[in-house]
């Protein structure tokens, strides 16, 4: 930050004191009894040394642009040598020949925003308005916890690459999440970039992690535990989203701020609006009877226009975390950890599974029992095509029935010739024959 000793008057006096600044003069210098008194360089014009009534040394430079004068404190001493700022007052002497301000210079730098206003714009203008709660959550998180700590003082315009770079680096352990992070600092200084903040982007040019991407579904027996755990969670309002989330696989923040007004139980019918939706369309998703089922129930017990009210009922849900992990743990699809706490062991219990998994267990399940792709996309809510082909090894089934086909050719042949006594399918049957038996000969020896 600029000194506070920063003036535009220089108020020098005609008593100036000279001296010849070294580490052994400024080393030797005594406090005044009050105020401050200043020693000037008798080489370098301007250049002082400046000593309070409380000890505090600083080297200075006095010098005047434009009609008026301007003290500048160079460094506090003995941060910085008398030989250094000896060299420092005359790299400043030379801006000040070339007409520049050093003084200007210094209070404009420190008038520019830091990384934590950045973070607040992003929150303000870009996050809050266009992005979904639970992702502006996710920012919200990665800024406080990694971010922030690590590059919140430091100004914009001085955040380089190698800044950027360290960071990400110090995240290897968890790639997927190390990437996620540049990919919010990539935004963030795009953005910046937009405001006229700086002229370039620091993340530019970062390699990413590789990433193995998580192609986690249940099982249809861990389905059941799942659902003889929702049955017994004392939350039923919890469970019946978690319920929801399974049948439907829609997202979790699409059943968490839902409305009763959305839906037509007697079509069967969930209308999403296009501000609930990651794609930011309208769409119109069939229910099945299962889920129907559900929704009549809740609707017995409804008490405002949310499925899923808040606690204090003017608002709705908006995480599933505490319940999810209750439900895990009883279905058997947590691990328990033991975390030493400052006066005993805690407990803990990790999530083998998130929830967004439900949502790749549902697809998951109907790509294999034959749907096609396109009508699991379009239950999904995918508007691009190779959004849903994450799931198309799934879909073998057309293949595994033409390979079957050529196979059956091929053994209907080989039979045929055995049949017919085709002598040189009885040779090579013979051969066959011979070589398993002298590999078992050989192997029992």
């Known amino acids: 930050m600029p000194f506070a000793s920063d003036t535009g008057r220089t108020q020098e006096g005609t008593g100036k004191v000279k001296i010849n600044i070294t580490e052994k003069t400024v080393k030797a210098l005594k406090a005044p009894d009050s105020g401050n008194q200043i020693y000037y360089d008798r080489e370098v014009r301007g250049l002082g040394v400046r000593i309070t009534s409380n000890g505090a040394v600083s080297f200075i430079l006095n010098y005047s642009l434009g009609g008026r004068e301007r003290r500048y404190t160079i460094a506090r001493y003995p941060e910085k040598s008398a030989i250094w700022a000896r060299a420092e007052a005359l790299r400043l002497r030379s801006k000040v020949h070339d007409g520049i301000d050093p003084l200007e210079e210094r209070q404009k730098t420190y008038s520019e925003p830091t990384v934590h206003d950045l973070a607040h714009d992003y929150l303000e203008r870009h996050a809050r308005p266009h ?31 190698r800044d950027v770079e360290k960071l990400h680096a110090s995240l290897k352990a968890t790639p997927y999440h190390a990437n996620r992070v540049l990919s919010l600092l990539s935004k963030m200084f795009s953005l910046c970039h937009e405001w006229g903040w700086r002229a370039d982007t620091p993340t530019k040019g970062i390699p990413r992690f590789h990433e193995d991407k998580r192609e986690l579904w249940l099982t249809t027996e861990q389905l059941e535990n799942l659902k003889r755990a929702l049955a017994e969670y004392p939350d039923q309002n919890a469970a019946d989203a978690l319920r929801l989330l399974i049948l439907t696989g829609a997202r979790e923040g699409e059943v968490l701020s839902a409305e009763w007004e959305q839906f037509d139980l007697k079509r069967g019918v969930w209308t999403k609006p296009s501000h609930h939706t990651k794609q930011k369309k309208i769409e119109h998703v069939p229910l099945s009877r299962v889920a129907l089922d559900v929704l009549t129930r809740m609707e017995k017990a409804k008490t405002g226009p949310y499925l899923f009210p808040g606690r204090l009922h003017n608002g709705h849900r908006v995480t599933l975390r505490r319940c999810w992990v209750q439900v895990l743990k009883a279905a058997g699809l947590a ?51 190779q959004t849903t082909h994450r799931y198309a090894h799934l879909a073998d089934g057309a293949l595994r029935d033409a390979t079957n086909q050529f196979s059956g050719i091929f053994e209907s042949r080989e039979a045929e010739k055995l049949r017919n006594g085709d002598p040189e399918s009885v040779i090579e049957g013979n051969r066959h024959r011979i070589d398993l038996q002298q590999s078992s000969l050989m192997l029992s020896k």
């Open 335 to 385: 691990t328990e950890e033991r975390i030493q706490g400052k006066r005993r062991v805690l407990v803990r219990y990790r999530p083998r599974v998130r929830i967004h998994d439900l949502r790749h267990t549902y697809a998951s399940h109907l790509v294999s029992a034959g749907q096609s792709l396109h009508i699991v996309g379009k239950l999904l809510g995918h508007t691009q095509p």
């Open 131 to 161: 992005k979904r709660r639970g992702s502006v959550r996710n920012d919200e998180q990665m800024l406080n916890n990694i971010v922030l700590p690590k590059l919140g003082d430091l100004r914009v315009s001085r955040v380089g690459r």
